[in-house]
Each structure stands twice: as structure tokens, then as C-alpha cells.
């Protein structure tokens, strides 16, 4: 059984690209929809982006058009891909499993019972 384990997390100069992982058991790959959060110091765990068993993808207002969040096929794996970081990007980021968060339209961290242990993603100006 694979754990929910993410990875990927670095220092980045602005304009680059990152890409995380997030390894998950069986049980949780099998009953709920996958996404990411991110957490800065005094503020509230943000959705990033999720992605539902059949494929189907949603997006933060803020990462649209330049995160993407995919499977690997074949592999207890989810990605977020980022490209064209900023700033503003610079985050604790952590992989989630939720019933349902890809087809929230308002994703929260309160509905996640399963996340990672955390990546910490530094974007310098």
C-alpha cells in the first residue's frame, strides 16, 4: 500500500517550473478525488487544484493557465505541474484527498481528511 507522500518542492527563480508528487495508498486513490493545497504563515490552507477519477479538472483562479494537475497512468500517482512561478506562489504545498473536490465550487480545507506531509515550494523575485 502506497502512502500519501508529496515531493517535488524547491527554490525556483521567478518565471521557472516546478513539478510535485504525490504518492497515495490504494484506499485513497480508489474513493476520492486528489488535489492540492497551499499554506502561507497566518493564513488559511488555499485550494490550488483537484482532479476527479474520471479526469475531470478545476483550478484556483490564481494557478489558471499556469498549474496542471495530472495521474500517471498505470501508477498511484498525482502531479502539479507549474509553470511561470512567482512570487506570490511561495507556499507550503500539500497533496489532498477529498470525496468530491474537483467538482466543489468552493474547495476548502475543512472537507480534506487526508493530506500530505507537505512541500515547501520558495519562489525568489
Known amino acids: 500500500q502506497v502512502p500519501l507522500v508529496d515531493a517535488g518542492g524547491g527554490l525556483v527563480q521567478a518565471g521557472g517550473s516546478l513539478r510535485l508528487s504525490c504518492a497515495a495508498s490504494?484506499?485513497?486513490?480508489?474513493?476520492?478525488?486528489m488535489g492540492w493545497f497551499r499554506q502561507v504563515p497566518g493564513k488559511e490552507r488555499q485550494f490550488v487544484g483537484a482532479?476527479?477519477?474520471?479526469?475531470?479538472?478545476s483550478y484556483a483562479d490564481s494557478v489558471k493557465g499556469r498549474f496542471t494537475i495530472f495521474r500517471d497512468i498505470g501508477k498511484s500517482k498525482v502531479y502539479l505541474q507549474m509553470t511561470s512561478l512567482k512570487p506570490e506562489d511561495t507556499a507550503t504545498y500539500y497533496c489532498?484527498?477529498?470525496?468530491?473536490?474537483?467538482?466543489?465550487?468552493?474547495?476548502?480545507?475543512?472537507?480534506?481528511?487526508?493530506w500530505g506531509q507537505g512541500t515547501q515550494v520558495t519562489v525568489s523575485s
Open positions: 490504494e484506499r485513497i486513490l480508489s474513493t476520492n478525488d
Open positions: 489532498a484527498a477529498a470525496l468530491g473536490l474537483a467538482r466543489s465550487r468552493a474547495p476548502t480545507w475543512k472537507s480534506v481528511s487526508n
Open positions: 482532479i476527479s477519477r474520471s479526469g475531470g479538472t
